[in-house]
Structures are given as structure tokens and as C-alpha cells.
Nanobody
Framework: QVQLVESGGGLVQAGDSLRLSCAAS????????MGWFRQPPGLEREFVAA????????VYADTVKGRFTISREHAKNTVYLQMNILKPEDTAVYYC???????????????????WGQGTQVTVSS
């Protein structure tokens, strides 16, 4: 069992930066693929970024590529999402997800992760 708790959301202006954190419980965290997703108001949940168990591979949605960076720190059981040059269209609830079975990057964008956090709100004003 893995529990995920996101933090770091807030209200910022366009062009600002935020860093989201996802703290995970469980001894096997280091073996999980980790993902960030977001759900804009009135829309479906969408893929943002994902990182392999060892941090060696990362994948990003085209909408955030070059602005967002996903990373992980095994010693702290934490995954981060550094968000730069934020835009109003980045406004959403951001969710952290974990899965022990997603070995292939072409599956990382799907929402069928085993574990999810409760989400943290990010609001970007224009």
C-alpha cells in the first residue's frame, strides 16, 4: 500500500513559478513509476509528466514541455514538479500518482495508476 500527499499548490500570477511535492509512504516507493496529472475546471484529468523508478527517464505532455520538470528524491520518498513560466491554462487540481507495473513509457500517460493523492489546487491569474 502506498499513500501519496501533494503540497505546494497556490495562487500565482502568469509567468511565476511553483514547485509541487508529493510525499509517499511505503518501503517500495523507489520501485514505482510516478506521474503528475491535472484536472482543469470542468474538464477530464490529463497527463502532465512521469518519471521512471530510478529517475533516469522522464516524459512530458507537449503543453508543459520545456516549462515543467519532474524529479524524485528517494531519500525523502518525494517526487517534485517544478513549474516555470506558468500560464492561466495551467490552472487545475494537480494529482500525484504511483504505479509499480508501468514499465513502458507509452503507458505512462494513461490514468490507470494504482495509487493517487488527494490533489493540490494551482491557480494562475492573468
Amino acid at each position: 500500500q502506498v499513500q501519496l500527499v501533494e503540497s505546494g499548490g497556490g495562487l500565482v500570477q502568469a509567468g511565476d513559478s511553483l514547485r509541487l511535492s508529493c510525499a509517499a509512504s511505503g518501503r517500495t516507493f523507489s520501485m514505482y513509476t510516478m506521474g503528475w496529472f491535472r484536472q482543469p475546471p470542468g474538464l477530464e484529468r490529463e497527463f502532465v509528466a512521469a518519471i521512471s523508478w530510478n529517475g533516469g527517464t522522464t516524459v512530458y505532455a507537449d503543453t508543459v514541455k520545456g516549462r515543467f520538470t519532474i524529479s524524485r528524491e528517494h531519500a525523502k520518498n518525494t517526487v517534485y514538479l517544478q513549474m516555470n513560466i506558468l500560464k492561466p491554462e495551467d490552472t487545475a487540481v494537480y494529482y500525484c500518482a504511483a504505479d509499480p507495473q508501468k514499465r513502458y513509457t507509452n503507458t505512462w500517460y494513461r490514468t490507470d495508476y494504482d495509487y493517487w493523492g488527494q490533489g493540490t489546487q494551482v491557480t494562475v491569474s492573468s
